[in-house]
């Protein structure tokens, strides 16, 4: 990315993703696709969620939307299904960046239903975003650990959607380590990211007693389709709280998409330089080979 | 990969405005269906839900892209979402009415089928990074979720905000 695009630019790529993908081809033209995506909802909402017990009571709920998702991956992948190309996933990303749209528009319609709750707790709303930080203190020791080096900064500093992959890569440059580090997390994030915190909702819902607000808002710190996977098993747990439960997650999901951006510029970044240069030198491994683009 | 990400965007035309609404209106009619097999709920009210949702969508990327200032049609969508239904708004019943008859899950649904067939491009990328990538993904993301929750949860423990 050109060092003199600025941060604000580098907001839209959403936008162009979706002008790119939606107004040059007819993308409602591509029947197999919508007709597969048909096909999968109806599957996946006849079978329903499926409750596993865990030991001690853990529950784990696996909802209809994990399938959809798995099985579009499939059919993505699976040789013999030929209309589900290269070319329909690109017009399915174009889509959603535009359905995205729909799934805000509706979590926002429970937020104006819930406004007075919002302004009583906007202290923990804001306040939480900090505690995002986290990541910072938790995953570098273990990047140096498993022999990462400069890659660790951008891997652990934020949970590395596409408004913190801008910031990287503005600071640093397309081809530092840093920003190596957080394409990988991108990648992988967007791979195992939705099943992986569907999961772990499950499991902290059932096993930590924290108050449901908490769950919500916590549901909102990733990408919209991981604030919607957390939504699922949060709101199960909760029955009576729906619509709190999804304005609270769809506030959450907000900031991370506008204010947190801004954290990652002048406190996660910074922070995370300053653990790796004290805790480099005490734990960091030989560098290893890199993988993938260098 | 990240070239997808740079290129300009383009202006839009009537064309585009079209291919916007027809998207909308297949994505619609596919999670009403999977609404009414899921959740039990009737055909026409959440028809309307949709409707609503989607006219919502629709002028806030409109909006993103006619007004001169750089703000996300992610903002744009949440004020319009917001004010309709805030209470004592004219709107507000109507809006909440029909826009309760789509389940949120019904919509991740869908969407995720969508986002599950644009995944495969990433796939072959994801397979060359090693496990270590892994390990780290999954703790970046666990220590998140649990930061946010426990600080939420000690704030509102503190401010008393009843369970």
Redesign the interface.
């Known amino acids: 990315m050109n060092k003199d695009k600025s941060i604000h630019d580098s907001n839209h790529p959403y936008r162009e993703k979706t002008d790119k993908r939606i107004l040059k081809k007819n993308p409602w033209k591509d029947y197999g696709l919508h007709v597969t995506v048909l096909v999968l909802v109806i599957i996946a909402e006849m079978i329903g969620p499926i409750q596993i017990k865990l030991i001690n009571g853990i529950e784990v709920s696996i909802m209809p939307l994990l399938y959809t998702m798995a099985l579009g991956l499939i059919f993505y992948l699976a040789k013999p299904i030929k209309w589900i190309q290269r070319k329909q996933a690109r017009i399915a990303e174009g889509a959603m960046m535009l359905f995205i749209g729909v799934l805000i528009a509706k979590l926002a319609v429970s937020s104006g239903q819930s406004m007075h709750l919002l302004f009583e707790m906007g202290p923990a709303l804001m306040l939480q975003e900090l505690g995002h930080l986290a990541t910072i203190f938790i995953a570098l020791p273990v990047a140096l650990l498993l022999g990462f080096k400069r890659e660790s900064i951008g891997m652990t500093n934020s949970i590395g959607r596409e408004p913190e992959v801008a910031v990287i890569v503005d600071k640093y440059g397309f081809n530092s380590p840093e920003s190596r580090g957080i394409f990988a997390l991108f990648v992988v994030g967007t791979i195992i990211g939705t099943v992986f915190i569907s999961f772990l909702t499950s499991i902290s819902v059932s096993l930590l007693p924290l108050h449901p607000f908490a769950f919500a808002m916590a549901c909102g710190v990733g990408s919209a389709s991981m604030n919607a996977a957390s939504l699922g098993p949060t709101l199960a747990a909760f029955p009576g709280l729906e619509t709190q439960i999804e304005a609270f997650a769809g506030f959450s999901n907000l900031l991370s998409f506008s204010i947190s951006i801004y954290i990652v510029i002048f406190v996660a970044v910074p922070l995370t330089e300053k653990l790796y240069y004290w805790l480099e030198p005490k734990i960091g491994r030989k560098a290893i080979i890199e993988e993938g683009e260098g | 990969?990240?070239v997808?990400?740079?290129?300009?965007?383009?202006n839009?035309?009537v064309?585009?405005v079209f291919?916007?609404i027809?998207?909308?209106?297949?994505?619609?009619i596919?999670?009403v269906?999977?609404n009414f097999?899921?959740y039990d709920h009737p055909i026409g009210d959440s028809l309307v839900g949709?409707g609503?949702?989607?006219v919502?969508?629709?002028v806030?990327?409109w909006m993103?892209?006619r007004i001169p200032f750089?703000i996300?049609?992610?903002?744009y969508?949440?004020?319009?979402?917001?004010?309709?239904?805030?209470?004592g708004m004219p709107t507000?019943e109507i809006?909440?009415y029909y826009?309760?008859k789509?389940e949120?899950?019904?919509?991740?649904?869908?969407?995720?089928?969508?986002?599950?067939?644009?995944?495969?491009?990433?796939?072959n990328?994801?397979k060359?990074?090693?496990p270590?990538?892994?390990?780290?993904?999954?703790?970046?993301?666990?220590?998140?979720?649990?930061?946010?929750?426990?600080?939420?949860?000690v704030?509102?423990?503190m401010?008393g905000?009843p369970?």
Do not use: C, Q
């Open positions: 990969m990240m997808d990400f740079i290129d300009g965007s383009e839009i035309t064309h585009g291919n916007w027809l998207l909308l209106s297949i994505f619609s596919i999670t269906i999977g097999i899921g949709m609503i949702l989607s919502i969508t629709l806030g990327v993103e892209r750089n996300s049609s992610i903002i969508i949440s004020a319009i979402g917001i004010i309709l239904a805030f209470p507000s809006v909440s826009v309760s789509v949120l899950l019904s919509v991740v649904t869908v969407f995720l089928a969508y986002v599950g067939i644009g995944m495969g491009k990433s796939w990328e994801f060359t990074l090693g270590r990538a892994i390990i780290v993904t999954m703790l970046v993301i666990a220590s998140t979720y649990l930061g946010s929750a426990f600080v939420a949860h704030i509102l423990v401010t905000v369970a």
